[in-house]
């Protein structure tokens, strides 16, 4: 009689754990399966659980495979190859700056180093539409407004609190003594950070690329401001196709991810806990 | 062949002095022991000598050259972490070729030389190894190896060994006196482990608050230290505190506040100072406490009380009370005294030195 009762109660939890993880599975994946089913649908229209019919012309428009007036979609292989270069540019630069600032607000003890490091957090902290209207009247004078330099210098702003902050937590997380040890064995400063110091921060920095990488390929309030109408990312695709045409900007946002999943895995792979621990 | 020297080296961190007006002179091939409590300066003054701090006045020489201003890297000094600070990316091979790499070193006698120094402190088998691969004991053989590899000046040692656990400690203590006597390398060491810096020391350098308090053999200091905080800091020492009442031939005559008449050894210490006799539990002997002892009335013999009484192996450990004065005590395990039992004890008045408070 007892042991039936325990099975019972077996039974019962392990039912419970099984929906739990269904459910969270739901929520994890749901939102994403819809792009899926919504990026392959030609015809779906309410009440309709699953799509009427399914296909791959919006997939061929927007790569640029296919041109037909009919389904309101545009090549976005412009738009993607502009992305990827903002992207890169900004990468390139934003990261030319944050490894000296990184390495200097780890290292050294510079007045006001907290103060400094919470600025970088400034464009992110405020409302960003505010900073940007402002901001455009500012590019408007000197002639960057609708360039993209422009865009890349707001994609920088934007992006250095991850560039700066990790970067630093890196370096902070180095021992100084691995340094101090190189140095008496006569190695200078200079030959200290390319040997020591930067090969042991090389995960931590490659962190803090690939999060500026994707918050410049996903940015999207500074580059509608400054921006549009001559600089179109692939984000502005996005929301100029999302209210009406929702196969085409299903299309956009599964393009837009696949960098990010990619690069959340390779971080993954090769950036130790401790570096995100030892943050702020 | 290289000397050490240290002239009035001053260093302040705001207010606080950490290092005041030490001057040291270390001979070539001497090991030398800078012992202290946490915050006595030792690792200041090992900072100051490597180059990673410089001092608010005073000079450092290596063979009569003034370093003072030179930077780390060309001041030809090996150093030795307490958390070995291997560099992780690289392997132990890499972390010993290193620093003959900056000095431009041919190849061949780069891998000529790492096998050597890697013989020398017994780890020929690891050269391919990484750092995290290796045991704490094997690491800090190679941190040592990576300092020696160099053939420095001086090698500076700081606590290397207090990561270690207690039994790999004591063999790494005559590990390090057993290269340190081969190389021949002049040697600073640092410590907070009077047993350590007894046992693989030429020379020990007590230090308190930035201050020199003794310098001297390992022997010298312990049986002869020079004021109550070395007395302290050397073995496990009780103080009984009064004034000195008189000076008779060899003794210093002590009396306390309840009575207590005690002969010792003063060193320049006059009547009527206020003064601490220093006693250490192996010169607390224990007499036969038969009714009609022929002593009785000799001078340093004392009746005491057992007050605590532990066994901890080899020894039965005491805390002994006569009258208001705590001491501890030892005794063979054959011949145990039970807690709260009546003793009679001598205090050999040549081991018990008289200090200045």
């Not at chain 1, 659980?49 to 399914?54: E, K, L, M």
């Not at chain 1, 103060?115 to 009247?137: E, S, T």
């Not at chain 1, 865009?151 to 902070?172: D, E």
């Not at chain 2, 003959?100 to 190849?107: A, G, I, S």
Request: glycine share 8%.
């Amino acid at each position: 009689m007892r042991s039936i009762l325990i099975n019972r109660k077996r039974i019962l939890i392990l039912t419970l754990e099984i929906l739990l993880l269904l459910f969270s599975l739901l929520l994890i994946f749901g939102p994403m399966t819809s792009l899926v089913l919504w990026s392959i649908a030609d015809k779906w229209f309410w009440p309709n659980p699953v799509p009427q019919s399914i296909g791959l012309d919006y997939w061929k428009q927007a790569l640029g495979i296919q041109k037909s007036l009919a389904i309101g979609a545009v090549s976005i292989v412009p738009a993607f190859f502009l992305s990827l270069m903002i992207a890169v540019i900004t990468v390139v630069i934003a990261m030319a700056i944050a490894i000296p600032a990184g390495y200097a607000l780890a290292k050294y003890k510079i007045p006001f180093g907290t103060f400094i490091l919470f600025l970088f957090l400034m464009p992110n902290a405020f409302p960003q539409q505010p900073i940007f209207v402002n901001l455009l009247d500012t590019f408007t004078k000197i002639g960057l407004a609708g360039t993209v330099p422009g865009v890349i210098i707001v994609h920088i702003l934007v992006g250095l609190v991850f560039g700066v902050w990790i970067t630093s937590a890196t370096f902070k997380s180095i021992p100084v003594q691995l340094e101090e040890a190189a140095r008496s064995v006569g190695a200078n400063s200079l030959k200290t950070f390319f040997r020591i110091s930067l090969p042991l921060a090389a995960p931590g920095l490659l962190a803090s690329s690939v999060f500026v990488f994707i918050t410049s390929l996903d940015e999207f309030t500074g580059t509608f401001f400054i921006g549009l109408p001559f600089v179109i990312t692939l984000p502005m695709t996005l929301y100029s196709s999302s209210g009406y045409n929702m196969q085409f900007a299903s299309v956009i946002a599964i393009i837009l991810l696949i960098p990010s999943i990619l690069f959340m895995t390779l971080i993954q792979r090769v950036l130790k806990a401790e570096y995100v621990g030892g943050m702020g | 062949m290289s000397n050490l020297k240290l002239l009035s080296i001053v260093k302040k961190y705001g207010r606080v002095i950490a290092v005041d007006n030490l001057n040291l002179e270390v001979k070539d091939g001497e090991l030398v022991t800078l012992l202290g409590p946490s915050g006595c300066g030792k690792t200041t003054t090992l900072r100051i000598i490597s180059g990673f701090l410089s001092p608010d006045r005073g000079d450092i020489y290596i063979n009569d050259r003034k370093i003072t201003d030179i930077p780390p890297e060309k001041r030809g000094i090996g150093l030795v972490f307490q958390n070995y600070a291997l560099w992780p990316h690289m392997t132990v091979f890499q972390n010993l070729a290193f620093g003959l790499q900056m000095r431009k070193t041919p190849r061949d006698e780069i891998v000529e030389r790492v096998k050597q120094g890697l013989k020398t402190v017994r780890l020929e088998e690891y050269e391919k190894r990484y750092p995290r691969e290796l045991s704490g004991g094997q690491q800090q053989r190679v941190a040592l190896a990576r300092a020696l590899v160099l053939e420095p000046d001086i090698l500076l040692l700081d606590e290397p060994l207090s990561n270690l656990d207690a039994l790999l400690r004591e063999k790494m203590r005559f590990e390090i006196a057993r290269i340190h006597r081969e190389s021949g390398v002049t040697t600073i060491y640092v410590t907070h482990d009077q047993t350590e810096a007894m046992v693989i020391s030429d020379r020990i350098v007590i230090l308190n608050k930035g201050k020199v308090m003794q310098e001297g053999k390992p022997k010298e200091i312990y049986e002869k230290p020079a004021n109550k905080f070395v007395a302290s800091f050397m073995g496990n020492t009780s103080f009984i505190e009064g004034i000195v009442k008189e000076i008779d031939g060899n003794y210093t005559i002590l009396e306390t506040a309840d009575g207590l008449t005690i002969h010792g050894i003063g060193n320049g210490i006059k009547r009527g100072d206020r003064a601490v006799i220093a006693v250490r539990p192996e010169n607390v002997q224990f007499l036969p406490t038969s009714k009609n002892d022929s002593r009785e009335g000799y001078f340093n013999i004392f009746s005491a009380k057992v007050e605590r009484e532990s066994y901890i192996g080899e020894v039965f450990d005491y805390q002994l009370k006569i009258k208001n004065w705590s001491i501890r005590a030892k005794s063979s395990v054959a011949n145990e005294k039970p807690r709260g039992s009546e003793v009679k004890i001598y205090l050999d008045p040549d081991k018990m030195p008289i200090l200045i408070e």
